[in-house]
């Protein structure tokens, strides 16, 4: 019972740390989390572990701390392979495409996205295909390959329709929209932002 008493602290304290994170106040997330990590170590609880160093690693991504988000998105995929969790190594294989991507290393980035389309696709998960597809996109409409990123984005959006997802609908068509701009088709890219606006729109009033 001590040890049930102490893993419920150390998940009350991850969700606290979880509030914090969304309201932007950034250290009591940072102790909460800490808090969370310690009781977690302690029990030798390695899922929990592992879930508090996602989001710990989500925390610090969040304030542009990108070193200290990526040791602990690499900590916590480590303990998600050894414990099999593929559904977790899919969400960290693409949380650390995504630090990747802004630290515009652009050649890990897509290794560890298409990584997580694998793994995602084998998994069932449709929707963290559409995130990870529209993420890769990204990554190729930056490094100039148009045709890539019109490629993968209309695979994230076609995916987004079949599971009606309105908000990565929204995201992915903006998006698509961007490449268009970026290739001076400007009636293309108009047309494509103004739906993503729309479908954003009516994402908010639901």
């Given at each position: 019972?001590?040890?049930q008493?102490f ?15 969304d309201?932007?106040q ?26 508090t ?5 989500r ?22 392979q050894?414990l ?9 294989m693409?949380s650390?495409?995504?630090?990747y991507?802004i ?6 980035a ?5 990584e997580?389309i694998?793994?995602?696709r084998?998994?069932?998960?449709r ?35 079949e599971i ?15 490449v ?20 954003a ?6």
């Open positions: 019972k001590q040890r008493d893993c419920w602290q150390a998940t009350i304290s991850r969700q606290q740390g979880d509030v914090f994170t309201k932007g950034t250290a009591q997330a940072l102790a909460a989390y800490q808090q969370a990590l310690a009781i977690s170590r302690t029990l030798n609880d390695r899922v929990g572990t592992s879930h160093l996602h989001n710990l690693g925390l610090h991504e969040k304030t542009s701390n990108l070193d200290e988000a990526m040791r602990h998105h690499k900590e916590s995929l480590q303990l998600v050894q099999g969790l593929k559904r977790a190594e899919a969400i960290s693409n650390i495409g995504i630090i991507k630290k515009e290393q652009f050649d890990e897509t290794r560890y996205f298409q997580a694998r793994l995602n084998m998994l069932g998960q929707e963290g295909q559409a995130a990870t597809l529209g993420n890769m996109g990204n990554v190729y409409k930056w490094q100039g390959n148009y045709d890539a990123a019109k490629q993968h984005l209309q695979m994230g959006i076609q995916i987004a329709e009606n997802h309105p908000q990565w609908l929204a995201a992915l068509t903006a998006n698509l929209g961007g268009y701009k970026m290739l001076q088709d400007w009636g293309k890219a108009n047309t494509l932002y103004e739906r993503g606006i729309a479908l729109r009516t994402h908010q009033l639901k």
